[in-house]
C-alpha cells in the first residue's frame, strides 16, 4: 500500500518537478518509513512468526529481497 502511494505520488512529482514538490515526496518518504516502523513493533508484538517474516521481506515490497 505504501509503495502504491509512493509511486503514484512519485509519477505526480516527475510529471511537474518542482522543488517543494521533491521536498514533499520527500517527506512523505519519512512519515511512511517511519509509520511502518511503528507498525512492525506491533506486529512484532502481536505475531512473534512476523520476525521471520520481515526478516526475508523488505518493507514496502512484500516479496521482494
Known sequence: MYASV??????????D???WRIV???ALLV?????AARE???LRAAF??????ASRTWR???FVY
Open 6 to 15: 509512493l509511486l503514484g505520488t512519485g509519477a505526480l512529482v516527475v510529471a
Open 17 to 19: 518537478a518542482r522543488p
Open 24 to 26: 514533499l515526496l520527500a
Open 31 to 35: 512519515v511512511l518509513l517511519l509509520k
Open 40 to 42: 512492525e513493533e506491533y
Open 48 to 53: 512473534p512468526e512476523y520476525a521471520a517474516y
Open 60 to 62: 514496502l515490497v512484500p
